[in-house]
């Protein structure tokens, strides 16, 4: 069988001698959706933030985490290979992470620096081949016609539709989501999630997705990983966690994991018509070397 694309094995990490993570353990095999389902402080951020790297496990422990079959960390020793590995792996945030004065489309284009020489990226000029891969990007998630609008003019759903362009832009084989939905409203939400799983599915991308929420990891994710006070509750088919098992699972926390809106089903992203990104000249690009160098 082939190496999983994520493997973690005995992780721990404390903050000021409080254990956020003891002795998780878990791999996901390329092409899988996968939630991390937690109530607030189970530990959801704080693994994502291991696996790439962001954080690193306690020292003296026999913590592993291997991305795409190259290690990132060991026993709290970070592995050379994390950089490159950061430019296959795509962390997605709940506050988007996305220069706000930038447009849409040079906040894409963020994602194809890793394949650029230094004084292009400098220059701000882009290969007509990247920026009609940005521009595809824009397209398939549906905000297009978004592309020359500076990023914080954007809603919250499309921001983050903008954040998922970049990752496809930077051709990221893994994509971490932390919480993506969490400063959403309910239909952004769904519509974001629905992305999420259309790439997975289309794309054969690697998703793990931390979420509060179950209704979404029914939608969207054939596995769930749950986390409860900083260790593996359950791993399994998400189609299994029902409202009993979660109750078991998570104690008085359960109704955190809950939308009070309840489970209503998700809505395919709607397909948008085609850019206008392609027919505009370079003009914006030139603002993004001074944007990022600020
Ligand atoms: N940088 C930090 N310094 C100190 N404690 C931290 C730090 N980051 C996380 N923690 C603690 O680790 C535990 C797990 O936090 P984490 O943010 O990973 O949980 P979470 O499941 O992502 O929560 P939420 O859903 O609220 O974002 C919490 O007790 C939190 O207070």
């Known amino acids: 069988?082939?190496?999983?694309?994520?493997?973690?094995?005995?992780?721990?990490?404390?903050?000021?001698?409080?254990?956020?993570?003891?002795?998780?353990?878990?791999?996901?095999?390329?092409?899988?959706?996968?939630?991390?389902?937690?109530?607030s402080g189970s530990g959801k951020s704080t693994l994502l933030r291991?696996?790439?790297?962001?954080?690193?496990?306690?020292a003296g422990t026999p913590s592993v985490v291997r991305l795409l079959g190259q290690p990132v960390q060991?026993?709290?020793?970070?592995?050379?290979?994390?950089?490159?590995?950061?430019?296959?792996?795509?962390?997605?945030?709940?506050?988007?992470?996305?220069?706000?004065?930038?447009?849409?489309?040079?906040?894409?284009?963020?994602g194809s620096l890793h394949r650029l020489p230094l004084w292009r990226t400098l220059l701000g000029r882009f290969p007509a081949s990247e920026r009609e891969r940005?521009?595809?990007?824009?397209?398939r998630v549906g905000i297009a016609p978004c592309a020359w609008q500076r990023a914080s003019t954007l809603s919250g759903g499309q921001q983050?539709?903008?954040?998922?362009?970049?990752a496809l832009v930077q051709g990221?084989?893994?994509?971490?989501?932390?919480?993506?939905?969490?400063?959403?409203?309910?239909?952004a939400?769904?519509?974001?999630?629905?992305?999420?799983?259309?790439?997975?599915?289309?794309?054969?991308?690697?998703?793990?997705?931390s979420l509060h929420q179950v209704e979404h990891a029914f939608a969207s994710c054939p596995r769930t990983i749950a986390l409860r006070h900083g260790r593996i509750v359950y791993d399994g088919p998400t189609r299994e966690l029902d409202a009993n098992r979660l109750a078991e699972l998570y104690g008085s926390q359960v109704d955190e994991l809950f939308d009070p809106a309840g489970h209503r089903?998700?809505?395919?992203?709607?397909?948008?018509?085609?850019?206008?990104?392609?027919?505009?000249?370079?003009?914006?690009?030139?603002?993004?070397?001074t944007a990022l160098a600020a």
Not at 160 to 166: K, L, T, V
Not at 172 to 187: F, G, K, M, Q
Not at 189 to 209: D, K, Q, Y
């Open 265 to 289: 089903p998700v809505a395919a992203p709607q397909a948008l018509p085609a850019s206008e990104a392609l027919r505009r000249p370079n003009a914006l690009d030139t603002t993004l070397d």
């Open 189 to 209: 939400s769904r519509r974001v999630m629905a992305l999420l799983a259309e790439l997975n599915r289309e794309l054969g991308v690697t998703v793990l997705v």
């Open 134 to 139: 940005a521009a595809a990007a824009l397209h």
């Open 74 to 110: 060991q026993g709290g020793r970070l592995s050379p290979q994390v950089r490159a590995l950061r430019s296959r792996t795509a962390t997605i945030f709940q506050q988007f992470n996305l220069v706000d004065r930038l447009s849409v489309m040079n906040n894409v284009l963020v």
């Open 160 to 166: 983050q539709r903008a954040a998922i362009s970049r």
């Open 50 to 58: 291991l696996l790439n790297g962001l954080h690193r496990a306690d």
């Open 1 to 39: 069988m082939a190496e999983p694309i994520i493997d973690v094995q005995s992780l721990h990490k404390s903050f000021n001698g409080h254990a956020a993570l003891s002795d998780v353990s878990f791999q996901v095999r390329a092409g899988e959706m996968v939630a991390l389902l937690g109530a």
């Open 172 to 187: 990221a084989e893994v994509i971490l989501a932390d919480e993506p939905i969490a400063s959403l409203d309910p239909d």
